[in-house]
């Protein structure tokens, strides 16, 4: 008995033929299962194996079954990894747009300031 939900589109359209989009994506995952190690050497292969043989969408359930979903976003800029491991100190971040940008305000209330004055005075 299959695990996946009747909507999902391998049990609600078992007749329908695999898109080669789709084929590509379910490579993908396979692959980055493999490469996470959530699958092993032999599973991958048979999963390949079926995948690229699969001509309808029915025949692809045990690729999919048990299979982690892919990331679908994108890590915050913020928050990517510059390659350092947990625990390390991270490069200092570069201060002069910092810098500028307060110039820059300084400046402008300084100028807005003497406006203001010779037009009171």
């Known amino acids: 008995m299959s695990e996946l939900p009747i909507s999902s589109p391998y049990r609600s359209s078992p007749d329908a033929p695999v898109p080669d989009q789709l084929r590509n994506q379910l490579s993908t995952q396979l692959n980055a299962a493999f490469t996470d190690g959530t699958i092993d050497a032999d599973d991958f ?3 390949l194996d079926t995948l690229f043989g699969a001509q309808r969408m ?3 359930v045990p690729v999919v079954q ?3 979903p892919l990331q679908t976003y994108a890590d915050p800029a913020i928050v990517a990894s510059d ?3 947990p625990g390390e100190l991270a490069a200092p971040r570069d201060a002069s747009k910092l810098a500028l940008v ?3 305000a300084v400046i402008g209330a ?3 300031i003497v406006i203001l ?3 009171l005075l």
Do not use: F, N, S, Y
């Open 45 to 47: 292969q048979a999963r």
């Open 58 to 60: 029915g025949e692809l």
């Open 83 to 85: 390659g350092g491991q």
């Open 110 to 112: 300084i100028i807005l």
């Open 117 to 119: 004055l010779a037009i």
């Open 66 to 68: 048990g299979l982690p």
């Open 102 to 104: 307060t110039g820059g």
